[in-house]
């Protein structure tokens, strides 16, 4: 399934909880404030890697260009735009936001 | 997708999970997510219910909102069994970190842990979250 | 693909709006169908033909009424959540006895069944919220 994160990793638990719920095989997508969480130097680093290599991390573009947040991404996070985000959607049987 | 639905009464059944994680009265999350519950129960579908993070504080025994003359809505997750809504389960790891058991919620659930609710959420094939 | 989208917040104040109508167009490009977009808690707000942004900011109803005349989408608002916060189309102002109506072009005032029913009909549901 897809996951959607639209908070910040250092204003509330979004980012964390759902790392928590990832299971094997699915995907991970940052957007709006949650991109943050896909920057290398966050609270959030240590436990985005560590679910990294079983589920597919991805940050939506235009939200990191829009906070500056460009070139700062961590290694191994792909960048979408809104049609790859659709693609996304479409490609997992479900997705769920953690507001 | 398709493969996972059942067709009933020539209707398609569908599992619905509506996921909770927002506290209840300081927003209004927690009542009007209640309310499509509800709805959704007369569209017979296979409706779970999740409560997560401050989510559980929704369920909390000794509700009394006299004071800020808001409609308690604690009553209604005791009736949700009338509706048929019957899969209640809190999160073991969010009922303990804010020092919470079994007791001090106002109806029966299952609690289970965040890894068994990472597989229930990977089952279901609509997730609505509040 | 059925694609249906739930916007839980109103316009300007969170990006969910905003996010909402990128995807909605993103996937209209791609050829997939907008089955609905259902408009619930401070969502409702999307649906006001009164809001007056500045002129060199993007006007998010105007985009919403725009892109469901060009394709042909069912834009849905909650009705409960609508009349806690004012929302009326010219049936629902009359029959509450006000003296205005304020639902903007291509929205219509609808229950929470439609929200259910676009979890059955689509083959995904993606909510944008806070």
Known sequence: MLHIVNKSPSDRNSVDTCLGHVKPGSAVLFIEDAVYAATKGTVAEAKVKAVMPGVAVYVLEPDLNARGMQGRVL????????????????????????? | MTDEMDMEEGGVVKKFMFVNRKAPYGTIYALESLEV??????????????????????LM?????????????SKTYRALEGYDIEKLYVEKESMEARGLTEDDLIVDVQVISQSEMGDLMNEQDVVLSF | MKIGILVNEGPYQHQ????????????????????????????VNNASRLTAPPTDDRNVVNRWSQLAQDHNI??????????????????????????????????????????????IQCDRLVTFGD
């Open chain 1, 75 to 99: 290694d191994g996070v792909k960048l979408v735009d809104y049609g790859g985000f659709v693609d996304l959607v479409t490609e997992h049987s479900t997705c769920q936001s953690w507001l």
């Open chain 2, 37 to 58: 519950v509800l709805i959704s129960a007369a569209f017979e579908q296979d409706v779970s219910l999740a409560f997560v993070d401050d989510g559980v504080y929704q």
């Open chain 2, 61 to 73: 025994k000794n509700v009394n909102t006299d004071g800020i003359e808001m409609k308690s809505f």
């Open chain 3, 16 to 43: 969910a709006s905003d996010s909402a109508y990128m995807f909605a167009k993103a996937a209209i490009a791609k050829g997939h169908e907008i089955f609905r977009v259902f408009f619930y808690h401070d969502g």
């Open chain 3, 74 to 119: 069912d834009m849905v608002v909650c009705i409960a959540a609508a009349q806690r916060r004012g929302m009326m189309d010219d049936n629902e102002a009359k029959r509450q006895g006000k003296d205005a109506s304020n639902i903007a072009p291509a929205f219509r005032i609808s229950g929470l069944g439609q929200l259910v029913e676009a979890g």
